[in-house]
């Protein structure tokens, strides 16, 4: 999932450093985050309701920044909480010892939802997850979410933050492994070293998306 919001180009905004996300943050990141995925074409699918998609999608980036946080990933933010990506570390990922680090906090947050949303969301996840271990079988980096304020969209944050993370993992000579549902980061994404090594349709919701990997030269 991903909503850098920037041309790789761009940089009309003063930046802060990257930072790591505390726990203090956690809800004020996933309102931000609630906010960059709130046009999204799969959360849009699956929670055509504008009301219900902003609760649905505020309790979803909390319970993964929770998890990204418990399973020993980067979960990074801006100063001022102007943007934020969640990373899952090589050979390591959301395993049930990062589930019960995280008081369950994505199981908890799908048991509330109703059976038929819950029904997509696992048919996705499922495929996905099935996908992404037969792709990038080696130990690597997941970009799991990225996003930013939707005013700030074009002035570069989301550039910044995913290369804070391509940089850590060039130090660590490992691929980065990312999903993208919107076909115009693509492009993005490809300006960044990526390349699409899949593209796929989310059961469920029937939309498109792009498995992307980074590998290290």
């Avoid at 492994?177 to 989310?202: D, H, K, P, Q, S």
Wanted: net charge positive.
């Amino acid at each position: 999932m991903d909503d850098p919001g920037a041309p790789a180009t761009l940089r009309r905004v003063k930046q802060g450093p990257v930072q790591p996300l505390g726990r203090n943050q956690i809800d004020l990141v996933a309102g931000m985050l609630a906010r960059a995925f709130d046009d999204d074409p799969i959360w849009s699918a699956l929670w055509p309701d504008a009301d219900r998609r902003a609760l649905q999608l505020q309790r979803m980036f909390a319970a993964l920044a929770r998890t990204s946080m418990a399973a020993g990933g980067c979960a990074t933010t801006l100063e001022g909480v102007r943007g934020a990506a969640m990373w899952l570390p090589p050979g390591r990922g959301m395993g049930i010892s990062a589930v019960v680090r995280s008081r369950f906090a994505l199981p908890r947050m799908i048991l509330r939802m109703p059976r038929g949303e819950a029904r997509s969301l696992r048919a996705m996840t499922t495929l996905l997850d099935t996908r992404h271990a037969a792709l990038v079988p080696e130990p690597h980096w997941y970009l799991w979410v990225v996003g930013v304020e939707p005013h700030l969209h074009g002035q570069g944050l989301g550039t910044l933050l995913v290369r804070d993370g391509l940089a850590r993992a060039h130090r660590d000579g490992t691929p980065v492994y990312l999903e993208t549902e919107t076909a115009g980061n693509v492009t993005y994404y490809e300006g960044l070293g990526f390349r699409v090594v899949e593209e796929l349709m989310a059961p469920g919701v029937g939309v498109p998306l792009w498995l992307m990997v980074h590998r290290p030269a």
